[in-house]
């Protein structure tokens, strides 16, 4: 799979200059463009004319100023700063100029918005068809992740997704010391299956488990497989205890219904986790 064109948007809030330059290693991995994007959002009785007209002009300025950097390193770079709803004007871009890769921040909701209202980044996660890296870059109180694909988590229910997933970590071997290779098994699934029931699906899934890390060192990748038994936060305590940079993951896009009540493990990570997501549809 390949990473020649990035699309990076950010609202210059969690994504600055230094967020990007932390996903400079993905050249390793094939990457020659990068399209800034940045969307001011069009709200009725939030923005003047005028503010909105400030805040296109600083945008410009600062892309200006981070394009002369990326092309000094010999990267290609253009950039859109657009009015609008965000999700529709991502989507129109990476439309336009053929992505491979989109890379967007958390937005973080308080209170009863949790419960009524998606986030950008959920509605997003449920349109797109490109893999999309939710990028957490300080990661806490003076902590930054400037290396998120040096000691990736991959967590896999061995969907054709998850199977996606592995090809493009593969494309990124360049750049990885070593793969964490995780599948959780859900009380859900284990239900009414008995003690030999429990026993033939755990040594199915280490057999899957091993057979998968066999094939990624045969890529030159040094992976090592874990079982865990429980939900979506095993993968979250897995990423912890194996010091894992990134979590990545395949992702069906769910309907608003489905991922409001239901819940997506891949987008919930994308909001909860601490670390950079990386979800491949």
Aim: hydrophobic letters at 40%; aromatic letters at 8%; one cysteine or more.
């Amino acid at each position: 799979m390949e990473i020649k064109k990035m699309l990076f948007v950010t609202n210059f809030e969690e994504l600055w200059f230094d967020a990007l330059r932390s996903l400079m290693s993905l050249r390793k991995a094939g990457l020659e463009h990068v399209v800034l994007m940045h969307v001011v959002e069009r709200k009725i009785g939030y923005y003047t004319t005028e503010e909105k007209r400030r805040l296109k002009e600083m945008a410009e300025v600062r892309f200006i100023d981070w394009a002369q950097s990326l092309f000094e390193e010999g990267l290609e770079c253009g950039s859109y700063i657009v009015e609008g709803n965000t999700v529709r004007k991502i989507m129109s871009i990476i439309e336009e100029e053929g992505v491979n890769l989109v890379v967007i921040s958390r937005q973080k909701r308080s209170g009863l918005e949790k419960f009524y209202i998606d986030s950008k980044t959920i509605e997003f996660l449920r349109k797109t068809t490109i893999p999309v890296l939710v990028h957490k870059y300080n990661v806490g109180p003076g902590r930054v992740n400037d290396k998120p694909f040096e000691r990736p988590l991959l967590a896999t229910d061995w969907s054709p997704q998850s199977n996606r997933a592995v090809e493009f970590l593969v494309a990124l071997k360049g750049i990885m010391k070593k793969l964490q290779v995780i599948h959780v098994v859900t009380e859900k699934a284990m239900a009414g299956l008995g003690k030999r029931g429990l026993k033939k699906m755990e040594r199915e899934n280490r057999r899957r488990l091993g057979e998968l890390c066999d094939s990624l060192e045969a890529e030159g990748i040094e992976a090592e497989p874990h079982l865990y038994i429980g939900d979506v936060t095993q993968i979250e305590n897995a990423a912890r205890e194996r010091e894992a940079t990134l979590i990545a993951t395949g992702t069906t896009g769910k309907s608003a219904w489905q991922a409001r009540w239901l819940g997506s493990p891949s987008q919930r990570l994308a909001e909860v986790s601490e670390l950079p997501t990386l979800l491949v549809p």
